[in-house]
């Protein structure tokens, strides 16, 4: 009774929000994946979140593999003139299609949720994997009580070393042992159990999470990932009903604040050339930070900056969000290569992001495609910039 009531729930909440559509189709003109799959008529955005309504059960088995094309970039939402979160309407529809089990394939996803609540990770790595960036560093496994404490995320620790590193050394080089790493004890926010239906397990890793963090004594929070900050952020009021005890800081927010409050001093760093700034959609659009990272950049960056058409609010998806890295590489990378033509147009050298996914699936296409331009963590110029000095 009660997931029936659930899945009515759903559909009315969708179909509310479809009766506004005016159908100007700009929601379809702004998708960043239609560049790609143009020859897939049913994955465009109006078609999964409002089209679909017609016969639900019948199209919704249909398009299931369309609402795993969705990178969760949300960029429909902010051209939509009606005020449709089309974004919403997927990742309910994409519940519904879990809950109900109306397509065979919704095994291989519930098989991904019984690994990620195992292994507290999305890629079924072991406790260990998320430390074996730190092998060459001084850093110690036992976690200590801290003010401060730094939550990597599983992509960032486990795919992401690099970002993993420059994060740690340079929080480390501003604050010395007021700042502690959660090492194997850190767990999964949850994100990616939300992003591809299951909100019970988000919950159970979230609130895990939470814990974790508040048994060390955390006051703040910094996370170099958009997604884990979303989650501590927002995601812990929306689906835990609670305030978390600690504050919470995307890694560029307490860069910026220690920058502009006179707190460090930075080198200058010219090597890259021509640089530009790539918004990860959950970190701008999804959490409104746009000028933090590019008030970073612009203090550290001696040299030409750049901004390309599609920035800022409009800013384009790398295409590895929203689980598509996770299940159709393929989508990802091509979108990725999309998006890095628009800065070789303006002869960038470095791309310079804030998100780890971002970084990867930016990192594999640049060298599966042999692109020439570098992609950058703000971390990495943020170390760097501190050892000039230091
Ligand atoms: S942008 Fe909004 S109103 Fe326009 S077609 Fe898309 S959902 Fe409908
Ligand atoms: S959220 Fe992004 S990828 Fe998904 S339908 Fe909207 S514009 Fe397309």
Same mark, same amino acid.
């Given at each position: 009774m009660k997931l029936l009531s659930t899945i009515h729930r759903v559909i009315t909440e969708i179909q509310k929000d479809a009766e506004? %559509?005016?159908? %100007?189709?700009l929601c379809v003109a702004s998708c960043p994946l239609i560049p790609i799959i143009? *020859? *897939?008529? @049913?994955?465009?955005p109006r078609m999964l /979140?409002?089209?679909?309504? @017609?016969d639900i059960y019948r199209t919704a088995p249909i398009m299931y593999d369309s609402l795993y094309? %969705?990178?969760?970039? !949300?960029k429909c939402n902010t051209v939509c003139p009606s005020g449709i979160s089309i974004t919403r309407s997927i990742l309910m529809l994409r519940s519904l299609t879990m809950q109900k089990?109306?397509?065979?394939?919704v095994f291989q996803i519930k098989f991904f949720i019984k690994s990620l609540l195992k292994h $507290? +990770?999305?890629?079924?790595?072991?406790?260990?994997m998320r430390c074996i960036?730190?092998? +060459?560093?001084?850093? $110690?496994?036992e976690v200590h009580k801290s003010r401060i404490t730094i939550w990597l995320g599983c992509t960032t620790s486990i795919r992401t070393p690099t970002i993993a590193k420059t994060t740690y050394l340079s929080l480390r080089e501003i604050l010395g042992n007021e700042v502690t790493l959660l090492g194997e004890k850190e767990g999964c926010c949850g994100k990616p159990a939300l992003l591809i239906g299951d909100e019970n397990a988000a919950k159970e890793l979230l609130s895990e999470a939470v814990d974790t963090v508040e048994s060390v004594g955390t006051e703040i929070l910094v996370t170099p990932c958009p997604a884990c900050y979303s989650m501590f952020k927002s995601g812990v009021k929306e689906l835990l009903n609670k305030e978390p005890s600690f504050k919470v800081m995307h890694y560029t927010e307490f860069i910026h604040n220690v920058i502009s409050q006179d707190l460090i001093n930075l080198g200058e760093i010219s090597e890259y050339g021509k640089v530009s700034y790539h918004d990860p959609c959950e970190l701008g @659009? =999804? !959490? =409104?930070?746009?000028?933090e990272p590019r008030y970073i950049i612009n203090k550290i960056v001696n040299g030409e900056i750049v901004e390309v058409?599609? /920035?800022?609010?409009?800013s384009r998806c790398c295409g590895g969000g929203g689980g598509v890295w996770a299940f159709h590489t393929d989508l990802a990378m091509s979108a990725a290569v999309y998006r890095l033509s628009q800065f070789m147009k303006q002869n960038v050298k470095a791309l310079i992001s804030a998100c780890p996914t971002c970084y990867l699936n930016f990192k594999y296409t640049i060298m599966t495609h042999e692109i020439p331009v570098k992609i950058l963590d703000i971390s990495q110029i943020v170390l760097k910039s501190l050892q000039k000095i230091n």
């Open positions: 506004k %559509c005016i159908r %100007c189709n143009s *020859n *897939n008529l @049913r994955a465009d /979140s409002i089209d679909i309504l @017609r094309y %969705c990178t969760t970039c !949300m089990a109306i397509h065979d394939k $507290k +990770n999305p890629y079924s790595a072991p406790p260990n960036w730190a092998n +060459n560093i001084d850093f $110690k496994k @659009r =999804g !959490m =409104g930070i746009f000028d058409l599609e /920035s800022r609010e409009l």
